[in-house]
């Protein structure tokens, strides 16, 4: 079932990809594994994937200790700062830092260790009160402060965009954050290299992927609804 599903999530990758004139290399697909067991997660590896989401620290901590496959794992979660020591030098990108306090602790934890850790700022572009992230006027002071930190990269935004019916409604979300990367591209802030967009999951992707996205969350399309916890 698993591979099935990412044939069909491959495809509509593909397509979206050339309905955009993008280069289908220029998409990461990132498998939302979170709740779901190292069963399935292998079924996926086995089906070629190589890239794998977790919300939790925890939970993402006791998988990488038993997935020995040589895949990269990303921290799409909200992160608190007790926790950070446990993933920084483990994942490829932590995709949700959304405080300076927290850039700071995934700094001193890199120093540590010696490693440059990547990370993407979280974006709140809908200006959802519920939603964790910076908001888009105030991204610009946010990378300023964060951009003396050492061994971190700041490599692009991240955006959860609104729950909605219709991924259509979310289009002009997903190119706000595309021209805020370009924007903040422009002003040349040291450490920093805006080549990532996480943006896009099971609804939505395809219009993500049309409007600028690099990598894609998706869970439920690959997975299905299940949930086994």
Known sequence: MISKNIFEVEQRIQQACQRS????????????????PVELIREAIAAHMTDFGENKVQELCAKMEQIQEPVRWHMIGHLQRNKVKSIVGQVACIHSVDSVPLAEQISQEAKKKQVQCDILVEINIAKEA???????????????KIAIFPN???RGFMTVAPF???????????RQMKQLAVDISAKNIDNMTIDMLSMGMTGDYEVAI?????????GTGIFGERNYH
Not at 130 to 144: C, D, M, S, V, Y
Not at 210 to 218: D, L, N, S
């Open 164 to 174: 909605t019916e219709s991924a259509e409604e979310n289009r002009i979300y997903f």
């Open 210 to 218: 049309e409007e600028g996205a690099t990598h894609i969350r998706v």
């Open 130 to 144: 519920t939603k964790f992230g910076i908001l888009p006027e105030e991204t610009e002071n946010f990378l300023r």
């Open 21 to 36: 004139n993008r280069d289908r290399k220029e998409v990461t697909l990132i498998a939302v594994s979170k709740t779901k």
């Open 152 to 154: 971190i990269r700041v």
